[in-house]
């Protein structure tokens, strides 16, 4: 069954969450990105690699995954059709993903051999990044990892040892002013003058960036949900409050990319979701957001594409479906009668990468690339054996799942 | 730097209440304590009070208002060179493309309007205590308790010499008797003596005798103005480099404040031979030499130390021990001090990490 059947709603029959709709968008998503990538790779010549992308390192693999299969993403010849692995809808994907712009239109950021060490401690090793416009973009790494350092240097707060680097085309730090006045950021938690009102507080950066600031500081506050507050000292602010008030102030230069750290940080559920809604309008309104965060959920949730960092070095960047699709095994818990049975018959029938009783039932670990075929075929096989089956659900491979696979967390990465 | 970014400055130190009424109350409300607390005792019981301004408070007035404005001042500096930092507004500054520089410098005129004119309020309240509510100016001045007629220039103090050359001789050349003597016949001295004293010196004795028993006019109140302004804009600018090369408030106002009243009074007490030079380039030593002429040094009788009739500029002359130096060196240690913290401050400003 190929994906576009699949999309026009031939679904199977076992229980799969997520619609067929959102399995569309995902499979148009990555048909559009491929595409891209094609073209890219056309006009540019055949010799070039096909991801826009710096490469990345060969997706590691656990003992139960077979060979990758040869639509893997690290593979030339895989862009323009659907991987195998498309075909196998996530049960509940975070959000409807973008399609990652064309980095034709230029990269928002982009570095080349980025490097600043404090002492013998390298913060940031040899960094090539690419975020591409007109996305939103998550730069994922674990504490201490180099995440802020990037992003200090980038905004010139700090000077590179080593390395070229440019914001919106602009190089920087050569023509530092120029850039980051179509830029918004966030560094660390925002910080502002306690004793000031909040309007105060975005008169005083409305005054430093000059032009027309001063006049957005009411549709900014208003942007942001905190008009009503405004007038009230920052020292009287929430957390959420604060953060709010950052992006406040990223918004007073009408920025075309917004570089925020962490900015979930500190914040509560509600907090996330209102922050996640204000990030992914901006986006919509065609504005570039770089996000730094070590919150991997939030991230998959917010963000297009991401750059996995360890170390200060990046060890991976793309479009998230692309990084994830095929990069771990696919998974089935089992809930079924005697799971010991059907364990013997599923190892016995060869069709899985790996078997292992649990509590709730079985899991069933399927090889690299399978089709959701395999999975009613499975059922076929335990139902044909006289084992009851109540349940089959997809254990999908997360960007945390990913994450922790690729970063020294568990093990050398590649 | 633009006017906007200098009037944001302005609110941000202005809206730090506890610092701007700390600076109030040590300048401002002093003075007006002082001044009240006298006007009332005067109004209760006059025969025992004497008038609330005299010459003596308008002196000590001012030359603590010069004192305290220098640490306010400094402290207001080391405020507007650190606040950003340690708020960590910095950062967001710094992103916003804006020079640093610009940054910088506009700290300078927002912390200026904000320490100047609470100073000014200060002397003015002292100025018009003074004027209106003072003790009358005397007709005479007292010379060794030799009366002279007042408001004399240098001319008409010679041509008072001539024509009453005893009460002169007892006046500028007093024998052992001379000060404590009753009456100047009393102790005569030889006709002629005092006329052929130069008259440059006995005028400055003149002139420190009618200061010290005279409220100040006003041009000369306008000086003492001006220049304890300059004190203060010297303490701002060398609190606010201070600051900003620290990074640190309390370290930068604890140095000043060991520089003002410790450093400098122990510089300034006694000539250290080989260490003249040293000793002028603390800032307050210079600053001293253009103390205006009508107003005394703290603890000074007689005003003016060994540079005695050393008028310097504007009327300045040195009240400390220091013999003065020449008018281009005591400007060149001025400006030096304010361009150089000025020079630190923006340099550190321009290099630190955000």
Known sequence: MNAIALAAGAAPQHVFGGGSFLLAVLVLAALGFGAVRLTARRRAGSTKPDSPWPSNPTTPTTPTTPPASPASPASPASPAPPPATAEIAPSAPPRLRRVVPSPDAGWAVETDGLTKRFGSNVAVNDVELRVPRGSAFGYLGPNGAGKTTLIRTLLGLTRADAGTMSLLGIPVPAERSRALARVGAIVDEPRFHAHLTGRQNLRLLAAARGGEADTRIAPSLARVGLADRADDKVGSYSMGMRQRLGVASCLLGDPELLILDEPMNGLDPAGMHEMRNLIAGLVDEGRTVMLSSHLLDEVERTCDAVAIVDHGRVIRQGPIAELTRGAGTVAVQLDCAEPARAKRIVDEAGIAAGTTLTEAGLTVTLPQGSSRELIADLNRRLVGAGISVYGLQEIRTSLEDWFLSVTSRLGDPA | ?354
């Open chain 2, 1 to 354: 730097m633009t006017w906007a970014l200098i009037a944001t400055k302005h609110l941000e130190l202005r809206k730090r209440r506890g610092l701007v009424i700390t600076a109030a109350l040590l300048t401002t409300g002093i003075v007006v304590l002082v001044l009240g607390l006298r006007l009332i005792f005067h109004l209760t019981d006059p025969a025992s009070n004497g008038p609330a301004g005299s010459p003596d408070i308008f002196s000590s007035l001012s030359n603590l208002l010069a004192e305290f404005g220098f640490l306010v001042a400094a402290a207001v500096g080391a405020a507007a060179g650190t606040t950003d930092l340690t708020d960590g507004v910095f950062r967001g500054l710094v992103i916003t493309g804006r020079s640093r520089l610009a940054l910088y410098l506009a700290r300078i005129p927002a912390g200026l309007a904000v320490i100047l004119p609470v100073i000014a309020v200060a002397f003015t309240v002292l100025c018009l205590v003074t004027s209106y509510a003072g003790t009358p100016q005397p007709t005479s001045v007292s010379v060794n308790s030799v009366p002279i007629p007042a408001n004399f220039d240098q001319a008409g103090l010679q041509g008072w010499i001539r024509q009453h050359p005893q009460q002169a001789a007892a006046a500028f050349l007093p024998g052992p008797a001379g000060p404590a003597g009753p009456t100047p016949s009393s102790s005569p001295a030889p006709s002629g003596a005092a006329a052929s004293q130069p008259i440059n010196v006995l005028y400055a004795e003149y002139t420190d005798d009618e200061i010290a028993g005279s409220n100040p006019a006003v041009n000369e109140m306008v000086k003492i103005g001006l220049w304890i302004e300059l004190e203060v804009a010297v303490g701002f600018l060398a609190g606010l480099g201070l600051g900003s090369l620290t990074g640190q408030r309390t370290l930068t106002v604890i140095v000043l404040i060991g520089l003002e009243i410790i450093v400098t009074p122990i510089l300034a007490a006694h000539v250290i031979p080989y260490f003249i030079d040293g000793q002028r380039l603390v800032v307050g030593v210079a600053l001293d030499q253009l103390r205006p002429a009508a107003l005394e040094a703290p603890g000074l009788s007689g005003g003016g130390g060994p540079g005695g009739p050393g008028r310097v500029l504007f009327g300045g002359r040195g009240a400390l021990d220091i013999p003065l130096m020449p008018t281009w060196a005591m400007i060149s240690v001025i400006v030096g001090w304010i361009v150089g913290w000025s020079v630190i401050g923006a340099w550190r400003m321009m290099t630190r990490d955000a």
